[in-house]
C-alpha cells in the first residue's frame, strides 16, 4: 500500500491548529483505539507535543480483548506513559481520566489553572469521550485568546479543558497499518476495498474470531475461510451459489460490533522491536 494522503489538506490545516492550541495547554489527552494502539497514534504528535506531558486513553476498550489490553497496560507504563482504558458509550473508566490527570500536577501551586487538549485521530471515539468526560456540569468559560473563533474553555472539577482541539488523521505508509485502521472503521471503505479487507481479517485473525467453531477451515486459504462464512450463514445468491458480496459485508459489520468476540488487532512490542 502507498503512503495514502487521504485527508492532506485537513492534515497540514489540523497539524498547524494543534502547533498553535499547543501553547495554551498544560497537558493533553489522546484517545487511541483499543485495539489498535499503535496504528491509531499519529506519529506527527510526537513531533509537535515534544515534551508536553500525554495521558493514553485506550477507548472501546469493550471490544478488545481484555488480556492483550492489560498487556498493553504493562507496556505503557514501562514506557513511563500514563494510560486509562475506557469506553466512550457507557462511561466506564471516564472518572480514572480526572485522578491521572490531577496526578500530573501533584506539586504545582494551589489554584493554579490546568488546561487540557483531547485530541485523537477521526473516528477513534474522541467525540463520545470528550462528551462523557465533561458531562452535564461543565461551565463555559469564555473564549480562547488569540485563536479562532469557537474554540471554548469548559470548566470541570478544578480543570479547564479545550472543547475542539485539533485532529490529526493517521498518514499512512504501511499496508498493515491500513489494514487495521480500515477494519475498525477510522478509514471508509471506499479507501480500502471490502473484499480485500475482509480476507485479511480472516487469514490474520479468523482462528480467533471462530475458534469456538470445530468446522472453521483453519488450515485454508482465507478465500476458502469467507467461502465457509457464506455457506455457514447461508448467504446465497440465485442460482444457490454463495453470496460472498453479503458474506463480506456482514463478516465487517459484526466484527466492528463485537459480535464475533473481543478482538484485539494488535500485540504489544516485544524487547528490542520498534515501536
Do not use: C
Request: net charge positive; hydrophobic share 40%.
Amino acid at each position: 500500500m502507498q503512503e495514502i494522503q487521504w485527508f492532506p489538506g485537513h492534515m497540514a490545516k489540523a497539524k498547524r491548529q494543534l502547533t498553535e492550541l499547543l501553547r495554551y495547554l498544560d497537558l493533553l489527552i489522546e484517545v487511541r483505539d483499543a485495539r489498535i494502539p499503535i496504528a491509531s497514534h499519529n506519529r506527527d504528535l510526537d513531533e509537535i507535543l515534544g515534551k508536553k506531558p500525554v495521558i493514553v486513553l485506550l477507548n472501546k476498550m469493550d471490544l478488545a480483548d481484555p488480556e492483550v489490553t492489560g498487556a498493553w497496560r504493562v507496556w505503557f507504563a514501562a514506557q513511563k506513559i500514563p494510560v486509562v482504558e475506557v469506553n466512550g458509550k457507557n462511561g466506564r473508566g471516564i472518572e480514572a481520566i480526572w485522578k491521572v490527570a490531577a496526578a500530573q500536577f501533584v506539586g504545582n501551586r494551589s489554584g493554579q489553572i490546568k488546561r487540557l487538549g483531547v485530541v485523537g485521530i477521526p473516528n477513534v471515539g474522541k467525540s463520545s469521550v470528550l462528551n462523557r468526560l465533561l458531562g452535564r456540569g461543565a461551565a463555559r468559560t469564555g473564549n480562547l485568546p488569540g485563536v479562532t473563533r469557537g474554540k471554548q474553555w469548559i470548566k470541570y472539577k478544578g480543570f479547564e479543558v479545550l472543547d475542539t482541539p485539533g485532529l490529526l488523521p493517521p498518514k499512512l505508509t504501511s499496508r498493515t497499518d491500513g489494514y487495521k485502521l480500515a477494519l475498525v472503521g477510522t478509514i471508509r471503505d471506499e479507501i480500502v476495498p471490502v473484499h480485500d479487507l475482509a480476507l485479511y481479517l480472516m487469514e490474520n485473525y479468523g482462528g480467533k474470531l471462530f475458534a469456538g467453531d470445530d468446522s472453521f477451515p483453519e488450515q485454508l486459504p482465507a478465500e476458502e475461510q469467507l467461502l465457509w462464512f457464506a455457506l455457514k450463514r447461508k448467504f446465497l445468491a440465485k442460482g444457490g451459489e454463495p453470496d460472498l458480496n453479503r458474506a463480506v459485508m456482514a463478516l465487517l459489520h459484526e466484527f466492528r460490533q463485537g459480535r464475533l468476540g473481543r478482538i484485539s488487532l494488535e500485540q504489544p512490542p516485544t524487547a528490542g522491536s520498534v515501536y
